[in-house]
């Protein structure tokens, strides 16, 4: 069963930025600056950041959030969870009327950055969501990752724009042939364990 | 439907700790070694930490890490997934023959912390999955926290203790009902914008 409504769905993600630094504050209050929010409706509380509106608006904001923090070379981590199709989401539907054109993608485009990524994908309200997990979804096309298994979890290492490349391709896919998908992921990049 | 096998299935939490402080190698190594765990399977890499045994275990550790972190007056978070059930899970089984008694009640119960969690709930593999979620899952009894909505996610508000308390019951009582359930969470100590 393909959903008819398709890309035009309103997506989410409830996502912390976590910079594993005393300049914490500034980090984060930095990357949301740097970072062209117009296309999504946001809101911000002490616990976390959600963000809505087109799945290609959800996937550029968070990467370049993720990508402006990690540029300070501080050890920086990213944890949250990407939603679509929850029934009786309909705030902020304004949304979906904006462009396909993602604003952060030249300025992201100049942030050259090594990652590692957990995620999980969450069909709902399937009960052969197990066959949309390992058989829908594909990764063995995905190009610039090193994919491997882990308890709970999908491991992703390599540049984080193929790592968001791969995960939006996944949730995507998913959500095609799910109408409640959700996505969970969490990316850290300079880990002093890696150095 | 209720699962037979209850309680005794193997449950498992993939989770990261972030000490949004200079010194975070020191709280994240002081907090796992104060932390007795070894009535769970561990395993730590650069992204997260899994432990995987009986439910009790796997929320008596996680809290006990959080607490520990948190003890330090350190702005800290955790971010984790509960799992339990996943088709093909059976490593780690030999933990289920621990004893129910958690190891680090009377350390844990000699810290106060307040903070701010959200979390949510997806039983899997289930048509009625909305129903379990909205009807089965009564938070209006939970003592000690503060209970809100928010996009995707139900906020608590309380001390740490109140907040685990409240999420092992709904992932106990979902996971009574549902064969495979995972529970999404972020928790937050210390936050600047509190104090
Ligand atoms: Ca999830």
Same mark, same amino acid.
């Given at each position: 069963?393909?959903?008819?409504? !398709?890309?035009?769905?309103?997506?989410?993600?409830?996502?912390?930025? %976590?910079?594993?630094?005393?300049?914490?504050?500034?980090?984060?209050?930095? =990357?949301?600056?740097?970072?062209d +929010?117009?296309?999504?409706?946001?809101?911000?509380?002490?616990?976390? +950041?959600?963000?809505?509106?087109?799945?290609?608006?959800?996937?550029?904001?968070?990467? @370049?959030?993720?990508?402006?923090?990690?540029?300070?070379?501080? *050890?920086?981590?990213?944890?949250?969870?990407?939603?679509?199709?929850? /029934? !009786?989401?309909? &705030?902020?539907?304004?949304?979906?009327? #904006?462009? #396909?054109? /993602?604003l952060n993608? #030249?300025?992201? @485009?100049?942030?050259?950055?090594?990652?590692?990524?957990? %995620?999980?994908?969450? /069909?709902?309200?399937?009960?052969?969501?197990?066959?949309?997990?390992?058989?829908?979804?594909?990764?063995?096309?995905?190009?610039?990752?090193?994919?491997?298994?882990? *308890?709970?979890?999908?491991?992703?290492? !390599? &540049?984080? *724009?193929?790592? %968001?490349?791969?995960?939006?391709?996944?949730?995507?896919?998913?959500?095609?042939?799910?109408?409640?998908?959700?996505?969970? %992921? +969490?990316?850290? =990049?300079?880990?002093?364990?890696?150095?």
């Amino acid at each position: 069963m393909k959903n008819v409504c !398709g890309t035009s769905r309103i997506a989410g993600c409830q996502f912390t930025l %976590f910079p594993m630094s005393n300049q914490f504050v500034e980090i984060i209050l930095t =990357a949301l600056e740097e970072v062209d +929010t117009s296309k999504v409706w946001k809101d911000t509380d002490d616990v976390s +950041t959600c963000v809505r509106g087109r799945i290609v608006h959800i996937f550029d904001v968070t990467k @370049a959030i993720f990508l402006h923090a990690a540029k300070t070379g501080e *050890h920086v981590a990213m944890s949250g969870t990407f939603s679509i199709g929850c /029934p !009786g989401d309909t &705030d902020a539907d304004v949304y979906m009327d #904006e462009t #396909e054109e /993602p604003l952060n993608k #030249e300025l992201s @485009a100049s942030i050259t950055q090594q990652a590692g990524c957990k %995620f999980a994908l969450y /069909p709902l309200g399937r009960e052969d969501y197990m066959d949309t997990i390992y058989q829908q979804i594909d990764l063995s096309k995905s190009r610039g990752v090193t994919v491997s298994g882990s *308890h709970y979890a999908t491991r992703l290492d !390599g &540049d984080v *724009h193929a790592i %968001f490349h791969t995960m939006q391709d996944a949730f995507q896919q998913a959500q095609e042939e799910v109408s409640h998908v959700t996505m969970t %992921f +969490t990316i850290t =990049a300079n880990s002093p364990s890696n150095k």
